[in-house]
């Protein structure tokens, strides 16, 4: 088990390299996202040991991201029948703009969150089609309508406004951000990590495992 590390109540996960990795392992796309999946269990098993209640998860940075969606829609469905999710109360919430991918990742979106919006013990946000500078532009949007209807005025725009309308608004921003792949954050929760650590782990996300998170946990207690 992981000794708790004071301090990280949100960690967020860049999801990168799964076609690369697929070519260096000789492996199909199929396996390599059934194995990408895998690590995300892992990974929140792990975070609910070392008690950190939020975990976030980037599944937009797929190279071919839209040739995918069989894999997306099936394993948000298999994660919120999972015990994993029923067992430790885990909440699901999916930032981004989901509503424009096909109607079996709608469905999906919407079957997960519903059936584990009573849950409050631990918090899984799942980044789909989205992108770190529309979320700013989108909220900026809001807040200009609320400006023209004169709701409220330019005076009034402020840090916090902005975060109260980003994806992410109902959530603190991540304290720690773990970058795979290239190591690129490409924009991962733009606004909300201006004060987050970032750690480099230098591994494809299918080769992140115990090892590199325990690594990951020990930068942020050393930073």
Same mark, same amino acid.
């Given at each position: 088990?992981?000794?708790?590390?004071?301090?990280?109540?949100?960690?967020?996960?860049?999801?990168?390299?799964?076609?690369?990795?697929?070519?260096?392992?000789? *492996?199909? $796309?199929?396996?390599?996202?059934?194995?990408?999946?895998?690590?995300?269990?892992?990974?929140?098993?792990?975070?609910?040991?070392?008690?950190?209640?939020?975990?976030?998860?980037?599944?937009?940075?797929?190279?071919?991201?839209?040739?995918?969606?069989?894999?997306?829609?099936?394993?948000?469905?298999?994660?919120?029948?999972?015990?994993?999710?029923?067992?430790?109360? $885990?909440?699901?919430?999916?930032?981004?703009?989901?509503?424009?991918?096909?109607?079996?990742?709608?469905?999906?979106?919407?079957?997960?969150?519903?059936?584990?919006?009573?849950?409050?013990?631990?918090?899984?946000?799942?980044?789909?089609?989205?992108?770190?500078?529309?979320?700013?532009?989108?909220?900026?949007?809001? $807040?200009?309508?609320?400006?023209?209807?004169?709701?409220?005025?330019?005076?009034?725009?402020?840090?916090?406004?902005?975060?109260?309308?980003?994806?992410?608004?109902?959530?603190?921003?991540?304290?720690?951000?773990?970058?795979?792949?290239?190591?690129?954050?490409?924009?991962?929760?733009?606004?909300?990590?201006?004060? *987050?650590?970032?750690?480099?782990? @230098?591994?494809?996300?299918?080769?992140? @495992?115990?090892?590199?998170?325990?690594?990951?946990?020990?930068?942020?207690?050393?930073?």
């Amino acid at each position: 088990m992981f000794a708790r590390i004071s301090g990280i109540k949100h960690i967020a996960f860049s999801i990168k390299g799964i076609d690369y990795w697929a070519e260096i392992n000789s *492996s199909s $796309i199929e396996m390599a996202l059934k194995e990408a999946g895998e690590r995300i269990i892992g990974v929140i098993e792990m975070c609910i040991k070392s008690r950190i209640t939020i975990f976030t998860f980037n599944l937009s940075e797929f190279s071919d991201f839209s040739a995918h969606m069989n894999w997306v829609s099936e394993f948000i469905d298999s994660l919120a029948k999972s015990r994993l999710v029923n067992d430790n109360k $885990i909440k699901l919430s999916v930032m981004g703009k989901w509503y424009d991918l096909p109607s079996k990742v709608i469905d999906s979106v919407k079957n997960g969150v519903s059936a584990t919006s009573e849950y409050d013990n631990f918090f899984l946000n799942l980044c789909l089609n989205y992108d770190g500078k529309e979320e700013i532009i989108n909220a900026l949007r809001v $807040i200009m309508r609320s400006i023209q209807y004169e709701k409220i005025s330019p005076d009034q725009i402020s840090k916090q406004l902005v975060k109260e309308n980003i994806y992410s608004s109902y959530f603190i921003p991540p304290d720690l951000i773990v970058l795979v792949h290239d190591c690129l954050a490409s924009g991962f929760m733009l606004w909300d990590s201006a004060d *987050s650590a970032i750690y480099f782990s @230098g591994v494809e996300w299918n080769d992140f @495992g115990k090892k590199e998170f325990k690594k990951a946990l020990e930068f942020y207690g050393n930073k």
